[in-house]
């Protein structure tokens, strides 16, 4: 079957952070089998993911019924699920034609696969998706730091645009996560911009319309709010302009790591192990602290503490890693060495 692979479909709902994930898998099969034409079933809010991914032929929105039913009536040389622990997507992959089905074995769901894999919380999540392709004989996705993403020439001019005039080192922000657990604050993210304004450095923030109030607060000592202004595209655009971003644990993080930038995140209930960036320009501060992690399969419980996991992380500390992030990305920068 293998050297007849006509057409894969991967199927990924779910958040940025995973979609993002995958792309280097959906690279490594196109590397192997390159006449194959790759299909994805995404969901609305992580489909323009794989815009940034040219070797994806198609998309379909799970949550759009017409393009859903297309993709169902459709077949597939092998169909990958990589869900990582809901049914349904299991059981999607079940009903679509295709005699090879691979995905995770993390309950029942393997029973709808013809090759179920093992999955583990210990694993980088990049790694976790690069198994799934092991009953295809591909095992090994070379990443390392380089950028896996592809930015689109009109969000780039249209970022052009958005940041004419402001110079380099550009340091992006971004305040919020998909839960409140995840978000370190406002005030804080204010004060470290003070202080990168203060040290010469350029500051944007970037987040969804939900983030614009944020955003003035953030920028009132100087800055660009950037916030509900840009699409994922868009947003890309800027990181790949920029020396350096700051988050917490999201989809804005990742997107970061994908294009190759030098990236500071804040841990708190996800889980570090499987998420944070690996690589010597990333820094992740984690306080580890004995209830945390506390996210499994994407769910986080009510927090007790009031989230002390990411809110005791001082403002001082992430300044401290700023500027040695910061010093080693202008240093290789001047002498041409890759950071």
């Not at 995905?103 to 769901?109: D, I, V």
Request: hydrophobic share 40%; with cysteine.
């Amino acid at each position: 079957m293998h050297d007849t692979l006509q057409n894969v479909l991967f199927i990924r709902p779910g958040g940025i952070g995973d979609a993002v994930h995958l792309i280097p898998s959906i690279q490594a099969l196109k590397r192997a089998y390159p006449a194959a034409t790759v299909d994805i079933l995404a969901e609305q809010r992580n489909a323009a993911v794989f815009a940034l991914c040219p070797q994806v032929n198609h998309v379909f929105h799970y949550d759009r019924p017409a393009e859903f039913f297309s993709v169902m009536r459709r077949r597939y040389d092998a169909i990958i699920d990589t869900e990582q622990w809901h049914r349904l997507s299991a059981i999607v992959a079940r009903l679509i034609r295709s005699n090879f089905k691979v995905g995770f074995a993390t309950n029942e769901r393997q029973r709808m696969f013809t090759h179920p894999v093992a999955y583990s919380h210990d694993d980088y999540e990049l790694e976790s998706f690069a198994h799934l392709l092991g009953p295809l004989d591909i095992s090994r996705i070379p990443v390392g730091n380089k950028s896996f993403l592809s930015v689109p020439t009109v969000a780039a001019d249209r970022v052009q645009e958005l940041l004419a005039g402001m110079g380099e080192p550009i340091v992006t922000l971004f305040p919020s996560a998909s839960i409140p657990e995840r978000r370190w604050g406002t005030e804080r993210f204010r004060e470290l911009a003070g202080r990168l304004l203060r040290a010469g450095m350029n500051v944007v923030v970037v987040g969804g319309g939900e983030d614009r109030g944020a955003g003035e607060e953030i920028v009132k000592q100087g800055g660009l709010n950037l916030a509900g202004r840009t699409t994922l595209a868009e947003t890309a655009a800027i990181l790949q302009r920029s020396t350096l971003l700051v988050s917490g644990d999201s989809g804005v993080l990742h997107l970061g790591v994908g294009l190759g930038i030098s990236t500071l995140s804040l841990f708190g209930p996800g889980i570090s192990a499987k998420w944070a960036p690996k690589g010597e320009h990333h820094r992740v501060i984690n306080l580890s602290l004995d209830c945390s992690p506390c996210t499994r399969f994407g769910t986080t419980p009510p927090c007790l503490l009031e989230a002390r996991c990411i809110k005791d992380i001082s403002v001082d500390e992430v300044w401290s890693s700023v500027n040695h992030l910061l010093e080693r990305g202008l240093s290789a920068r001047s002498t041409g060495r890759p950071s």
